[in-house]
């Protein structure tokens, strides 16, 4: 395999710090053009880009829509790192599985979105369950999915008890102790999160995908 030259390796990291998802499709390509092994690009470039992107997002030195366009940035490269580790053979060694959803009777999925995507380009196999998402259905993927994280989204103070409802549905069937539960939103906090024994609470994606590693690392 070829070592990564550093010109690609800044040219992509620049690429996707600012958001240009055609540069740094056509840096992944001319990489692998070159004999660079996909993994190779991922750990080196791809994830730490991204873990200074949601830094520097957490110190305000950029905001919202710069944190997005990095995110679709590197989901448009990690596709590509992919496809080639799959026709090579080579496995990426993923972090876990999440499956997350806006809880039951909760429509806004705008930031669990963001979530969804940030974990993927982190190389995590995400389950997005979309919107208003009960309580059974979030068992039944984490079973079926062999879920590590169970990530729930609310958004409105009207759903929030949704996210206690389906921890103890959890509970209720022997499962709880099985998955990490982590919980987030516009009206969701730390508090919450304690107080209905959640593992965890982000209050920004950024934050979220640190907390998903943090915990898988233990």
Known sequence: MANLRDE?????????????PDAAAALTRTALAEGVDPLEVIQQ??????TQVGQDFQDFNIFLPELMSAGEAAEKAT???????LASG??????????????ENDVHDIGK???????????FKVIDLGRDVSPSTFLDAAQKEKADIV???????TTRPSTRSTINLFKEVGVRDQYKFFVGGGCVTQEWANEIGA??????????VQLCKAILAK
Request: net charge negative; proline share 4%.
């Open 113 to 123: 979105n963001i979530v969804c995507m940030l974990l993927r380009s982190h190389g």
């Open 79 to 85: 596709a590509i790192l992919e496809e080639a580790i």
């Open 45 to 50: 470039v791809i994830i730490p880009t991204l």
């Open 199 to 208: 593992d965890g609470y982000a209050p920004d994606a950024a934050s979220a």
């Open 151 to 157: 990530a729930m989204s609310s958004l409105m103070t």
């Open 8 to 20: 690609i390796r800044n040219g992509l990291s620049e690429a996707l710090s600012t958001g240009d």
């Open 90 to 103: 080579q496995k990426a060694a993923s972090p876990g599985t999440v499956v997350i959803g806006a809880v």
